[in-house]
């Protein structure tokens, strides 16, 4: 069952093609992941489907609801984990777990089980009352991904969820994403780490310059196009990850 | 547009408020006891009366006005304006059911809620020095939460609009401060040239003023005008910091 359709999914920014046209399917329990650049299209892309930028025009489907109709019943089954740190500065770990999950309805004792279990997960449960500015970075990270957990979500979107970590960091957020994995959990990334997309990613849409140039699972692609995920980018659009 | 929605969000300003502001509520009490030290016992030494009050309490009902718009006004153009961009607390809002204008909405409302609070304070300490003749001056606490909601859409649409942070002094010193200072808080408009005081019967601030000095003094008269006036202002308003926000946040 597809989760996520987009037909000719476009977003303009002014005259600029963020987003051109793209068409994808995601099906349920399957991690995909959108390869490429900064400014290939990867973060509009995500921010439509989380109901956050309106398509200019084409079609995107969630759960079979058009994002322009029912952004508000799309959302409460989504879980998104943004690029940057958005985590309320004016609260402490277990406060921002308690009012963003007020967010979408779901009372305290209810959000304070889900958030025990949660920081557990995540190995922060020593942390509860530290305030968010004595976070390291990769602890912060880990408990966005965690507050986008909050409501149970069916998908969760991650938006560059390692860009930034050491490799420790980065090492322990892909052991958490695998272990939602296991679970079934659509997830629905984007990166620009080859090793992120060969290490988690069911499925690969490569994107450069506002367009989906390929999708497969990474190992079709490597055998296909020759070598690894970063020599098959730079044969089908003659660019660097980096550029 | 759901309620719970909106209450999940003044639930959080509420958490954030209780957590780090409350222990600077002795400054809200310390405020117009400055204001009356230095307008009513200060200048008041020179104005003896005006209109057939003394000058302290000729003030005091413009103290509790001024204060509460002051109030809204912060709330919704520095608060706003940090919580929009540099916290990025709407974006992690918009992440989930809540949607834009239940944003906006719980934004203009904690704005209004704070005008009520810090005119209440504000209320309390004038009646303790015996201030406020009459105890009408209650029914200014529903209407002062009504200006807090024209004053938070006005600060919005500010925040809306100003290209950084720095700006908010063009609004504050080219309009708050005019407000302030025409809104016959200080001395009756009727002193001013007659265009002039023209101009200042336009200020909402004014409008306030009159209402609270009015009910200070167990006068109903010439309220209904002044709230009529405010509601009116209110509606042709509102809708702008939903556009302005929209255009901003979601391009």
């Given at each position: ?69 029912k952004p508000g019943e799309i959302k409460a089954r ?20 308690i009012v963003y999950a007020r967010y979408f309805g779901i009372g305290k004792r209810e959000a ?38 909050m409501n149970n ?91 | 547009m759901k309620a719970s929605r909106v209450i999940s969000v003044l639930r959080r300003h509420l958490t ?76 992690a809002i918009l992440a989930t059911p809540v949607s834009l204008y239940e944003l906006v909405a719980a934004e203009l409302i904690w704005?209004?809620l ?138």
């Amino acid at each position: 069952m597809d989760v996520v359709r987009a037909h000719a999914l476009t977003r303009k920014y002014g005259d600029f093609f963020a987003v051109n046209g793209i068409d994808f399917a995601i099906t349920q329990g399957e991690c995909f992941g959108f390869l490429g650049p900064n400014g290939a299209g990867k973060t509009t892309t995500m921010k439509m489907i989380s109901c956050f930028l309106p398509p200019s025009s084409g079609d995107l489907h969630v759960f079979d609801m058009s994002v322009c109709e029912k952004p508000g019943e799309i959302k409460a089954r989504l879980g998104v984990m943004p690029q940057e740190d958005n985590l309320d500065p004016d609260l402490n770990v277990i406060e921002n777990l308690i009012v963003y999950a007020r967010y979408f309805g779901i009372g305290k004792r209810e959000a304070m089980l889900r958030a025990g279990e949660l920081l557990k997960f995540i190995e922060l449960s020593e942390r509860n009352h530290t305030p968010i500015k004595d976070l390291s970075g990769g602890m912060k990270r880990r408990l966005m991904l965690v507050r986008a957990l909050m409501n149970n979500p069916e998908i969760i979107m991650l938006d560059e969820p390692t860009t930034g970590l050491d490799p420790a960091s980065r090492r322990s957020v892909w052991d958490r994403m695998n272990e939602l994995k296991f679970n079934n959990t659509t997830l629905l990334l984007t990166t620009h780490y080859i090793e992120e997309a060969e290490r988690l990613c069911d499925r690969v849409a490569i994107m450069d310059r506002g367009r989906i140039v390929a999708v497969d699972t990474p190992r079709t692609l490597m055998i296909t196009h020759g070598g690894n995920l970063e020599d098959v980018y730079l044969k089908l659009t003659g660019r660097t990850l980096e550029g | 547009m759901k309620a719970s929605r909106v209450i999940s969000v003044l639930r959080r300003h509420l958490t954030v408020y209780t957590k780090l502001y409350l222990s600077s509520i002795a400054l809200n009490f310390a405020e117009p006891v400055l204001y009356l030290a230095a307008f009513g016992i200060g200048l008041g030494a020179f104005v003896q009366q005006i209109d057939g009050m003394p000058y302290l309490n000729f003030i005091a009902p413009g103290i509790i006005a001024s204060s509460a718009t002051f109030g809204a006004v912060y709330e919704c153009t520095y608060g706003t304006y940090v919580r929009m961009f540099f916290q990025k607390t709407f974006d992690a809002i918009l992440a989930t059911p809540v949607s834009l204008y239940e944003l906006v909405a719980a934004e203009l409302i904690w704005g209004a809620l704070k005008s009520a609070f810090y005119g209440s304070i504000i209320m309390l300490v004038l009646a303790l020095f015996g201030l406020l003749p009459s105890a009408l001056i209650l029914f200014a606490v529903p209407v002062l939460f009504l200006s807090g909601l024209l004053f938070a859409s006005l600060a919005m649409i500010v925040a809306a609009i100003v290209p950084g942070i720095e700006s908010f002094n063009y609004f504050y010193t080219l309009f708050m401060t005019p407000l302030f200072l025409f809104s016959g808080i200080f001395f009756p408009l009727t002193g001013l040239p007659p265009f002039v005081e023209n101009i200042a019967l336009l200020s909402p601030l004014h409008h306030l003023v009159t209402a609270c000095r009015a009910l200070a003094y167990g006068q109903t008269g010439g309220v209904f005008t002044d709230v009529l006036w405010i509601t009116a202002a209110l509606v042709l308003v509102i809708p702008w910091p939903f556009r302005l926000l929209r255009k901003k946040l979601i391009k």
